[in-house]
């Protein structure tokens, strides 16, 4: 499941709304959310976006957030690191191969540390 996924499926059932319901108000298929929701499928266009926006009423702030998880909800993300040092390389390959083992506190740590902002001369 994405970042993504997991949201908009936290929201549809704090309404009581089953994926049914919601994908005929949104014209798409049932199989098609239920993919979004679990990650199968890639990140919605911009066009769905403002449709489950619109959906479920969200204001500004929380629009915002929403649009951010689905940056982060590729569930098939590639690190392109040519031009990067063999570190950078190795780091990628390492996290590619051992991702689904890690904690989900590891996860956490790696994540904070990506979001740090750079540092002088970075």
């Known amino acids: 499941m994405t970042p993504f996924g997991a949201k908009v499926?936290?929201?549809?059932?704090?309404?009581?709304?089953?994926q049914k319901e919601m994908a005929?108000?949104?014209?798409?298929?049932?199989?098609y959310?239920?993919?979004?929701e679990h990650g199968r499928r890639g990140r919605p266009t911009w066009?769905?976006?403002?449709?489950?926006?619109?959906?479920?009423?969200?204001?500004?702030?929380?629009?915002?957030e929403l649009l951010r998880l689905a940056e982060a909800s590729d569930?098939?993300?590639?690190?392109?690191?040519?031009?990067?040092?063999?570190?950078a390389t190795e780091l990628a390959n390492?996290?590619?191969g051992r991702i689904a083992q890690l904690t989900p506190s590891e996860l956490d740590q790696l994540?904070?540390?990506?979001?740090?902002?750079?540092?002088r001369g970075d």
């Open 9 to 18: 499926r936290d929201l549809r059932k704090a309404r009581g709304v089953s």
């Open 24 to 31: 005929a108000a949104l014209g798409v298929s049932s199989a």
């Open 33 to 36: 959310l239920s993919a979004l």
């Open 47 to 64: 066009a769905m976006l403002q449709k489950i926006i619109g959906y479920f009423n969200i204001i500004w702030d929380d629009a915002e």
């Open 75 to 87: 569930p098939r993300a590639v690190i392109d690191t040519s031009g990067l040092s063999p570190r």
């Open 94 to 96: 390492l996290l590619a």
């Open 111 to 119: 994540i904070a540390i990506v979001q740090r902002p750079p540092r």
